[in-house]
Nanobody, 120 residues
Framework: VQLQACGGGLVQPGGSLRLSCAAS????????MGWYRRPPGLQRELVAV???????TYADSVKGRFTISRDTAKNTVYLQMNNLKPEDTTVYYC???????????????WGQGTHVTVSS
């Protein structure tokens, strides 16, 4: 199983980016999918998560600016980021809880990270 994230880049403050993360491989079922980031000098933090039932949770710092969504048919999770701020600059990682064929449990899988830079 692999998670491929993309969509990062350089944007000015107030701008927007859309991250996507596609899961591929021997996937029997997808559970929760989410985005995390690691600000410089800080621990990795949750940005947003969406359950298999489409319930969403956001970090307080991104509420009202970021929107997480998923396309189950494409095994893909998205993060629409609007009104970006310089403090949003860091690497963003996607994570998915995946049950592979032949397994009775869900395991965590991580993408490789995509860098977001917010600067004028």
């Amino acid at each position: 199983v692999q998670l491929q994230a993309c969509g990062g880049g350089l944007v000015q403050p107030g701008g927007s980016l859309r991250l996507s993360c596609a899961a591929s491989g021997a996937i029997f079922r997808l559970g929760d999918m989410g985005w995390y980031r690691r600000p410089p000098g800080l621990q990795r933090e949750l940005v947003a998560v969406i359950t298999s039932g489409d319930s969403t949770t956001y970090a307080d710092s991104v509420k009202g600016r970021f929107t997480i969504s998923r396309d189950t048919a494409k095994n893909t999770v998205y993060l629409q980021m609007n009104n970006l701020k310089p403090e949003d600059t860091t690497v963003y990682y996607c994570k998915a809880d995946i049950r592979i064929y032949g397994s009775g449990t869900y395991d965590d899988y991580w993408g490789q990270g995509t860098h977001v830079t917010v600067s004028s």
